[in-house]
């Protein structure tokens, strides 16, 4: 049984991980870093006005530019990839909006962004001597003074430029060690009021959904498995509604709309995969909302608590995480025990294992649907007590243990990929 103190961690963890952000962390996350230098900046001139920096400069780690390079950037009317985001960052940003930092940037702001860019005041390189994968660091000089940022480990640690310490990041709650048993009962036990704020992340990644399907985003997956084409190659199915309206979600929040979502371990795309489908699931299949709060909770912790071994960017594709964590919590709504939910932990890993992450993009929604795809199958198969067993590639009769497997393959076996996957996107004709 969980203690007070465990409870109390893990709920400041789930807190902490599932929170708001408009448009791809990765470059959202250069965004808060840019405007947390500009003002720092300002800070050091005290001037009256605000003063632009008249050169940025940046050094990012390789997991940073793999995800910020194809992305659309919220407010830019279709503008992908890094130069306006840094430009928006220090037009319009404001840090105290963590991973919204853009959120009230101007159609002026945007028009001076173009010619910031323009006049060439940026200047990024590849960060060669930090090993953390997720490492922002940005110099703004103006009138000749400079000031510096640093965001390492996670999207929103502030860290000390010069010696790289933990200073600003906020407090991580890990002295609770989880396990997929921990996580169930913390979803299943803890009173229903204290986990019902769970219900913010339907809100957002619901409204994602819609606007996914009013307008024509990214690559209209979404769109185009609700046409009659669509209806009629997939069906009218709970399967089919589950992947369109994940798709939905994933086209708009990867072209740029300027609408936020709700994010899981950094990620936005991961939020709406651990919330979405268990969302439509619940729907169709007549849950009672304490059905769906406790199912969400259990999805989005199950996601949590994969992502505190592999890390916040790895070659794996989060998609594999956060769609075990919807499989989960559909197995949980359908009436599955805890028992029947590691099965369906095991079936996901047995699968999904080894799928790359090629940046964030717009295509990435096929990929959040090849996830939520097999999130459904594994469900089916493990509320059947039909699961892959130990005799069968990296599962191991301890769930616990197959996901660590999982996230040893991500975060260190991958790594050699990873670099591959980042000189491939960079030298291409």
Known sequence: MLNDEEKRSIMALLHEQVVPAIGCTEPMAVALCVARATELLNATLAGAAKVVPEHIELSLSANILKNAMGVGIPGTGGMVGLPIAIALGALGGKSCLGLEVLRDCTPADLEAGKRYIAEDHIHIVLEEKDPDKLYIHVVAKAAGKEAEACIKGSHTSFVEADSHSAAEQPTVCEPTSLTLHKVYEFATMMPLEELSFILDAKRL???????????????????????????????????????????????????????????????????????????????????????????????????????????????????????????????????????????????????????????????????????????????????????????????????????????????????VTDRFVLDIMTHKQ
């Open 205 to 415: 990644n619901e409204a994602a959904a819609e606007e996914g399907l009013r307008e024509n985003y990214g690559h209209q997956l979404g769109k185009t498995m609700c046409s009659p084409l669509g209806r009629g190659i997939m069906g009218d199915s709970i399967f089919s509604k589950i992947l369109s309206v994940t798709s939905c979600a994933c086209d708009a929040r990867m072209a740029g709309a300027m609408i936020p979502v709700m994010s899981n371990s950094g990620s936005g795309n991961q939020g709406i995969c651990a919330t979405m489908p268990v969302v439509v699931f619940a729907r169709e299949n007549h849950n009672t909302e304490e059905e769906l709060i406790r199912a969400l909770t259990l999805s989005h912790l199950t996601a949590i608590y994969i992502k505190q071994s592999l890390g916040c960017l790895s070659a794996l594709c989060g998609c594999v995480v956060a769609s075990t964590g919807s499989s989960t919590g559909i197995t949980y709504l359908m009436g599955g025990t805890y028992e029947q939910i590691a099965h369906s932990v095991k079936n996901m890993i047995a699968n999904l294992t080894g799928m790359i992450c090629d940046g964030a993009k717009p295509s990435c929604a096929l990929k959040l649907t090849t996830g939520v795809s097999t999130a459904v199958m594994s469900a089916m198969l493990a509320i059947q007590n039909k699961y892959v067993t130990s005799a069968e590639g990296i599962i191991e009769d301890d769930v616990d243990r197959s996901i660590h497997n999982l996230t040893s393959i991500g975060s260190r076996g991958m790594d």
